[in-house]
């Protein structure tokens, strides 16, 4: 004798009735509480980045030039930066890159290599948590 969930179904009007109330039983449970979820609590937000830099530009003259700037981390979490250029003949970063602990400085140089004012360039500085 088999269990009457795997019985076969006697064929007619009967069976098919018998199949649509197992389909409307089956729609009306939710399939999403057979699984475990957490609360639906939103995730705590980042800590925020907090790069400072001084002077936060600089200016060359025409035959080229250095300039120093200090990088500081004001965040509460360990950073690391990058140094981008739009073309690197024209200017050397010392470092291109470092890791700063929460409230460390440092000291970045810029150095102009060549005339540049006939160019259009962009040193960019790019950081994110290490």
Known sequence: DLPPSLAPLPCGEKSRNRELEMIEKFCDIDPMEFFAFPANEPPPPPPPLELDIYPTFAEFIDIGGASK????????????????????????????????????????????????????????IAYLFS
């Open 69 to 124: 700037h200090v990088i500081t981390n004001k965040g509460t979490q360990r950073i690391v930066w990058k140094v981008r250029c739009s073309n690197n003949s024209l200017f050397k970063v010392c470092p291109v890159f470092a890791f700063l602990d929460p409230n460390q400085s440092m000291d970045l140089h810029v150095r102009s290599l060549v005339e540049y004012s006939i160019y259009c360039t962009l040193l960019h």
